[in-house]
């Protein structure tokens, strides 16, 4: 049956590539797809009015969803597989005709844009994502710069353009669009690049060596990143760096599949840097880790406190620990 489902204004009712396994009608409240244009790169918000469905074309598709689904304002939203919804759409033309005015308007507006880029040389996709971060960043939208790099470092790390991406996610960090463009005074200086930081101080830059790490990362070194990460954290010059550094050797083992290790490691450093502000995604290695080894059990326990946590109706990382949760079979 389907399940009316209620969601707190700024939660995530689903993220972009995750696996579409529901549909949704929206009761009251307000709900944005957030995606991105396939010309510009640019986010574009659609909303969603009350009575309309969402979800609709990846679900039935079988194919990762294509867009964030946001939530704006407090709202109550109906859940429905896709046998209760196909189910449901036999018994209500009306539910037919609707979704295929929203196809239509939606292939409408697609139309335009592939046929501007037919006439456009085929991009590779790492080379096409790796300009999209570069579009940003040179715009001075330094949060989508940062997710964009991040994302290529993580998908490609061996790719052509790891080393340019680690360094570019230098900058976005920074808040600079590239050398010789000094973002503006805010309240809270921002960090400098590693050239400049070094030429006005002459001290040892532990913002340069973390990325150095990084970088690392990215070329799947990961012991020599670890070591790198160590350093940092044993110098402790800067706090900021130091509580990065601990949670990327959360990261590195994770990857390496040492499970019980990023268990360990993960444990301390919730002890010693509970306010840290990426903190359900380090009770998440916890989670998957003891999923990986078949300790369902605790995993269960780490997910739910995840869910459970103060403000983690508005971090995407609740999501994948609900999705995790449905995957187990907790109900």
Not at 7 to 22: D, F, H, P, R, V
Request: proline share 5%; hydrophobic share 35%; glycine share 6%.
């Amino acid at each position: 049956m389907p399940k009316p489902l209620q969601y707190s204004n700024g939660s995530l009712i689903y993220y972009k590539g995750e696996e579409a396994e529901k549909i949704y009608i929206l009761q009251s409240g307000k709900v944005s797809l957030v995606y991105t244009d396939i010309e510009t790169g640019n986010d574009v918000r659609h909303p969603v009015e009350p009575g309309e469905f969402f979800g609709v074309k990846s679900a039935l598709g079988h194919f990762p969803r294509e867009e964030n689904a946001i939530v704006l304002s407090d709202s109550t939203v109906m859940s429905f597989t896709v046998p209760e919804f196909e189910a449901m759409a036999m018994l209500n033309t009306r539910i037919i005709l609707k979704m295929l005015k929203v196809f239509s308007n939606q292939m409408r507006r697609t139309h335009a844009q592939v046929a501007s880029l037919l006439e456009v040389k085929e991009v590779a996709p790492d080379k096409g994502l790796f300009a999209i971060g570069e579009k940003y960043l040179k715009s001075k939208r330094f949060d989508h710069a940062k997710y964009i790099f991040s994302r290529y470092i993580t998908l490609y790390p061996t790719g052509e353009f790891a080393k340019q991406a680690a360094e570019k996610l230098r900058f976005a960090e920074a808040g600079i669009p590239g050398p010789g463009k000094a973002k503006k005074p805010a309240t809270r200086a921002p960090v400098q690049p590693p050239s400049a930081t070094a030429a006005a101080s002459g001290d040892h830059n532990a913002a340069k060596d973390y990325y150095d790490a990084v970088t690392l990362i990215s070329q799947r070194k990961y012991n020599d990143a670890m070591k790198a990460f160590l350093k940092i954290i044993t110098e402790n010059k800067d706090p900021e760096w130091t509580e990065k550094s601990a949670y990327e050797i959360g990261n590195c083992l994770f990857i390496q599949n040492k499970y019980e290790s990023c268990i360990k490691h993960c444990k301390k450093f919730l002890s010693l840097y509970p306010k840290y502000p990426d903190v359900r995604d380090v009770m998440f290695f916890i989670g998957q880790s003891y999923e990986k080894l078949e300790n369902n059990d605790q995993a269960m326990g780490w997910y739910k406190k995840i869910i459970t946590t103060s403000g983690a109706e508005k971090d995407g990382t609740r999501t994948k620990a609900m999705k995790a949760l449905n995957e187990m079979g907790e109900k």
